[in-house]
């Protein structure tokens, strides 16, 4: 639960949040439309399509992550939060673990990459089963995926916005926030905590879509 700090500074969500400024929401690093991208393909396996877009957002949002991991500290980040809320890491007994971001977040990536590398949960031979469990995987996952996303976000932004990687990271959400939607592989309740960012960068590309606001010119383009 959220608490006013002790020091007497605002909690989070009364101070300004940098990265809802539409100066930075409405920079991308595409045109696409990602909702194109995200729905299943004919004749393609569910499982494959999930296998296949879980290994490259976890690719992707741990690349992130590693373009301000030297800003993310057990100093600087003493507990795995973004905005009001504090994550906690389960280990393999269920034992509740209070931890640093930092410490959290290598937890995430390597548990995470355990599993996608693991042939019996992400097989890439032809002819091997998905375990039945796959679902339940890919949901868990994808809570931790987003976790990573809401600390950069919170925690982060200015030092991204500084790299100038804030229309890099707005993308990857955008596509990342569209697929778990598309196949409802997280709870809202779970995402609620950033639902006025993607309120926003999802308004940003209705207003771009109708011409509102000058389309393509507004965008940073990939070279």
């Not at 909690?11 to 299943?40: G, H, I, W």
């Not at 949960?121 to 996303?149: A, M, W």
Request: glycine content about 4%; aromatic content about 12%; hydrophobic content about 35%.
């Amino acid at each position: 639960k959220s608490k006013a700090k002790p020091n007497g500074k605002k909690p989070a969500s009364e101070e300004k949040k940098l990265y809802l400024e539409p100066e930075y929401t409405r920079v991308r690093v595409t045109d696409f439309e990602f909702k194109q991208l995200v729905s299943l393909p004919q004749e393609i396996d569910l499982n494959e399509w999930m296998a296949s877009n879980i290994t490259t957002f976890f690719n992707h949002i741990n690349l992130q992550y590693s373009t301000i991991s030297e800003f993310c500290t057990g100093e600087t980040c003493q507990t795995m939060a973004a905005c009001n809320t504090q994550y906690y890491w389960y280990d393999e007994r269920g034992k509740k673990i209070k931890c640093t971001a930092p410490q959290y977040i290598d937890f995430v990536m390597s548990s995470v990459q355990k599993l996608v590398t693991d042939e019996d949960i992400f097989p890439t031979k032809y002819g091997r089963e998905f375990p039945s469990s796959f679902d339940s995987l890919v949901k868990k996952i994808c809570r931790y995926l987003f976790h990573v996303v809401a600390h950069i976000y919170s925690a982060h932004f200015k030092e991204i916005v500084a790299m100038e990687l804030h229309g890099h990271l707005n993308t990857l959400f955008i596509h990342f926030l569209l697929f778990v939607r598309e196949f409802n592989l997280l709870d809202t309740k779970e995402t609620a905590i950033l639902d006025d960012l993607s309120e926003m960068l999802f308004s940003e590309d209705s207003r771009e879509a109708a011409g509102a606001t000058g389309g393509a010119q507004n965008h940073v383009k990939e070279r």
